[in-house]
């Protein structure tokens, strides 16, 4: 199961690896252009499946759009194997103002098996910059520090402009 999978970048590669992979997103929009056989649109808070449903549950660069404290759980209910994640971290995108979760309370909950954090740069600026996040459907910043209009104006106001990024497996068996 991808969780939060959105139009399908991390879909597309697990269909390399099987063919039964599920994807679930809250955007019908999304939804639609993801690859999976199966789709089903709900909240990440709240999987509407039984639990051991799946034997994985992964998840890359969602789970900071919603309450990731209920949607790990949740993850981990449905998953009989375990959980796969990449999940942006407090120091991603600093001067925004985005509301990333702290990597130390991700773990806390998660006790995961194997963790690391990596800082992944975004390789363009500018207008490229706001056209990626459009394109992802990821270009909400409920905090408003920064409105789109202002980063194009001024992209030095952004003093990161990559990613700290939280990778975790957890394996259930």
Known sequence: MDVGAGVGLL?????????SVSACDISFKSL????????VLC???????KSGSFDWSVSSFALHWCDWKRALPEM??????????????????????????????VLKLLKP???W???LEIPFRGRDFLLFFKRTGT?????????????????DRVSFYGFKVLFAVKFLK
């Open 11 to 19: 879909t597309e590669r697990l269909l390399e690896l099987t063919p």
């Open 32 to 39: 639609k252009e993801n690859p999976a056989p199966r789709k």
């Open 43 to 49: 909240n990440a808070e709240r999987l509407p499946f």
């Open 76 to 105: 981990e209910r449905v998953s009989r194997e375990g959980l796969l994640l990449a999940l942006p971290v407090k120091g991603s995108l600093e001067g925004i103002g985005f509301p990333f979760p702290p990597p130390e309370g």
């Open 113 to 115: 098996n194997r963790y």
């Open 117 to 119: 954090v990596e800082d």
């Open 139 to 155: 270009g909400k910043n409920p905090n408003k520090l920064l409105s789109a209009f202002e980063i194009l104006k001024n992209p």
